[in-house]
């Protein structure tokens, strides 16, 4: 039999129970926070601790590295917003969802780039990025499609179809870059219009968008 951990000899569930989820929550927006100022690079585990408030200690004994806490803060703060948009058309879903994202831009965007060349560097940190930013807005956004093609609105032989999460997550990710502004909701709805519905053989919805 194991003996039980006395003392300074505890388990990884007892050194890391002392933080709540809603503690967590905001020890991942500060995190979050502090990226899209400063980029990767300039984020501390001392830094995280005086914005936070919290003990440094705490913070290591918790996450144990600042890859850690990030790949923490990336899983922790997902969200699924695209996720609920059901309008009953596919032109009126990809509107909703260019709205949702470009919302988002401002927070999204600088959170990307300040990753983006840390991930390159970093597996671990890189399969977070795509798993809590990318690759839930990409399935969200095909789902959105494949539902349009279930109701006949698409033929399911359109080339375009396919392209469709690519264009649009991928020119919010461009136009800082080409333009040096973000992809706001204007410019994503004016985009999906003007270059993703026509490619799919849709008109905007009646209510326009």
Same mark, same amino acid.
């Not at 690519?166 to 870059?177: E, H, N, T, Y």
């Given at each position: 039999?194991?003996?039980?951990?006395?003392?300074?000899?505890?388990?990884?569930?007892?050194?890391?129970?002392?933080?709540?989820?809603?503690?967590?929550?905001?020890?991942?927006?500060?995190?979050?926070?502090?990226?899209?100022?400063?980029?990767?690079?300039?984020?501390?585990?001392?830094?995280?601790?005086?914005?936070?408030?919290?003990?440094?200690?705490?913070?290591?004994?918790?996450?144990?590295?600042?890859?850690?806490?990030?790949?923490?803060?990336?899983?922790?703060?997902?969200?699924?917003?695209?996720?609920?948009?059901?309008?009953?058309?596919?032109?009126?879903?990809?509107?909703?969802?260019?709205?949702?994202?470009?919302?988002?831009?401002?927070?999204?965007?600088?959170?990307?780039?300040?990753?983006?060349?840390?991930?390159?560097?970093?597996?671990?940190?890189?399969?977070?990025?795509?798993?809590?930013?990318?690759?839930?807005?990409?399935?969200?956004?095909?789902?959105?499609?494949? !539902?349009?093609?279930?109701? %006949?609105?698409? =033929?399911?032989?359109?080339?375009? #179809?396919? *392209? &469709?999460? @690519?264009?649009? $997550?991928?020119?919010?990710?461009? !136009?800082?870059?080409?333009? %040096?502004?973000? =992809?706001?909701?204007?410019?994503? #709805?004016? *985009? &999906?219009? @003007?270059?993703? $519905?026509?490619?799919?053989?849709?008109?905007?919805?009646?209510? %326009?968008?």
């Amino acid at each position: 039999m194991s003996p039980q951990p006395t003392g300074q000899e505890q388990t990884p569930a007892q050194r890391r129970s002392k933080i709540t989820p809603e503690r967590a929550q905001e020890l991942y927006t500060a995190v979050l926070d502090m990226l899209r100022e400063n980029g990767y690079e300039s984020l501390t585990m001392e830094g995280v601790a005086a914005r936070s408030r919290c003990g440094k200690s705490t913070l290591y004994r918790q996450w144990g590295s600042k890859p850690e806490l990030v790949v923490a803060a990336l899983h922790g703060t997902r969200r699924g917003a695209l996720r609920k948009i059901d309008t009953g058309s596919l032109a009126g879903d990809l509107l909703e969802a260019a709205r949702a994202i470009g919302e988002g831009a401002g927070r999204d965007t600088p959170l990307m780039l300040a990753l983006s060349h840390a991930a390159l560097q970093s597996p671990e940190l890189l399969c977070a990025l795509r798993e809590s930013l990318i690759l839930p807005e990409l399935a969200a956004i095909d789902a959105l499609v494949r !539902r349009g093609v279930e109701r %006949g609105e698409v =033929a399911p032989d359109n080339r375009a #179809v396919e *392209f &469709v999460s @690519a264009q649009l $997550l991928g020119v919010m990710r461009a !136009r800082p870059m080409l333009a %040096g502004a973000h =992809a706001d909701e204007s410019y994503l #709805v004016r *985009f &999906v219009a @003007a270059a993703i $519905l026509p490619a799919l053989g849709l008109g905007a919805p009646a209510s %326009g968008s």
